[in-house]
């Protein structure tokens, strides 16, 4: 008998909670979009790019040469999950660009 009342509570429960979670992700959907007056884009010889674009391409450039430093370097044989540790040099070159870049202009 207590447990049925339990878990009847934990059922009541879940689904007020089931309910919420759309609600929560559509506000915070909607006052993350609120401030977007325009895409920001960069002109390169008459076209338009996208500036998440030349963001991303420079954070693959980045972690190219880290590699490439690792390699010359002879830290490759210290470092373990190399790809992580490039990934995360190209993520922060990425947001670091988009920060100044972007974000301050």
Do not use: D, E, K
Not at 9 to 22: E, F, G, K, T, Y
Request: glycine residues 8%.
């Amino acid at each position: 008998m207590i447990v049925r009342r339990a878990y009847t509570a934990i059922n009541v429960c879940a689904r007020h909670l089931a309910r919420l979670v759309p609600v929560v992700f559509v506000a915070g959907g909607s006052l993350s979009l609120a401030g977007c007056a325009g895409a920001p884009s960069v002109t390169i010889a008459g076209a338009y790019f996208s500036a998440w674009l030349l963001c991303g391409l420079i954070a693959v450039l980045a972690a190219v040469i880290a590699r490439g430093l690792m390699i010359t370097t002879r830290l490759s044989n210290y470092i373990p999950y190399q790809l992580a540790v490039c990934s995360s040099i190209g993520i922060l070159v990425a947001l670091l660009v988009w920060q100044v870049w972007v974000v301050h202009s």
